[in-house]
């Protein structure tokens, strides 16, 4: 069975992925002005929390728990996670012209290989359908919850 999603469903797949796009290509930017951090530099995770891209990352991140959270609501997680993989082409973009990393002919078609695959993924139901057992029917039958 299919189900089309509300607008506003929409809305909330794309601020999940905008969000963790976003704010992870904040975080990295954020960190490669801090400097490598290992066991004998900890203290630079302290410095960390004060760098404006890390702070900014960290909010778009609370952002995205939040309407991941939503999501997962009214959809299952084998639907939201696929239908939000277009983020990896958000974070290839910024990562190549604002980060300014190299990507390589394999990580482009892995995105690509992966935009595919959300093809496949996002044309199925956003919820697993089950037939009701016979105890649900017994329960909708008695009236209990009317």
Known sequence: MKH????SQYLILVAVMLTASIGDTLLSRGMAQVG???????HLLWKAL???FVISGIV????FFASYMTALS????????PATAFGYVVIALMSRFW???HLSIYRWTG????VCAVGFVAGGPSRTEHEPDHHELDVMD???GR
């Open 74 to 81: 009214w959809a299952d997680l084998t639907f939201v996670m």
């Open 36 to 42: 490598a951090v290992d066991l004998h530099h900890l």
């Open 111 to 114: 995105i690509v290989l992966i």
């Open 142 to 144: 008695s009236g209990v």
């Open 99 to 101: 980060l300014h990393e």
């Open 50 to 52: 004060f760098n404006p």
């Open 4 to 7: 089309a999603l509300k607008p």
């Open 60 to 63: 778009l991140l609370i952002g």
